[in-house]
């Protein structure tokens, strides 16, 4: 299964590039003018020779499979040919698919029930009339002994302006 995600990753980073080579298609002086580009076209315009070994090898498998099955879908375009089928593969095998879910919900309602089973028990022990917050566990100055404060020295004051006259 890892190995169909990773295969489903790669397929959308192509995806990407197929993107990024359609817009730059389309940047470009006497590129494509058309809105969308076919997969065919960008295919055939980055590696030709592929393309045409691809039409040979699957007319020799079965004639109908190149002309109305592949070439159908080859006028998508090329993000689309590759993202779509990607983004299934990525998203169907990816790793700890449908683990956890409700057993972490669960886990954490369990821990809201455990805090007021806490707030009910201590509101029974504590007198009522006592009050109880932050203040029971942080002390009233918590910077007091952590500063030494040294006097023993003169502060540092910056020496006056001089004035050359030349002002």
Known sequence: M???????????????VAAAAETVS?????GENSFIIPARDLWYALWPKSFLIAEIRAERIAPWLWDP??????QLPGW?????????????TR????????????EVLASFDLYDELTREALKTNDPDEEHGPQDIHPDD????DIVTDHSYEPYTLPPKRSDGDD
Do not use: C, K, Q
Request: no cysteine; proline share 7%; glycine share 18%.
């Open 2 to 16: 890892r190995l169909l995600f990773y295969f489903g990753l790669s397929m959308l980073g192509l995806a990407f």
């Open 26 to 30: 389309h940047a470009m002086p006497g």
């Open 69 to 74: 099955v592949i070439l159908t879908i080859l």
């Open 80 to 92: 689309a040919v590759l993202g779509i089928p990607g983004g299934f593969i990525a998203w169907f």
């Open 95 to 106: 790793p700890n698919h449908g683990t956890g879910g409700d057993h972490d919900v669960d």
């Open 142 to 145: 918590p910077i007091e002994g």
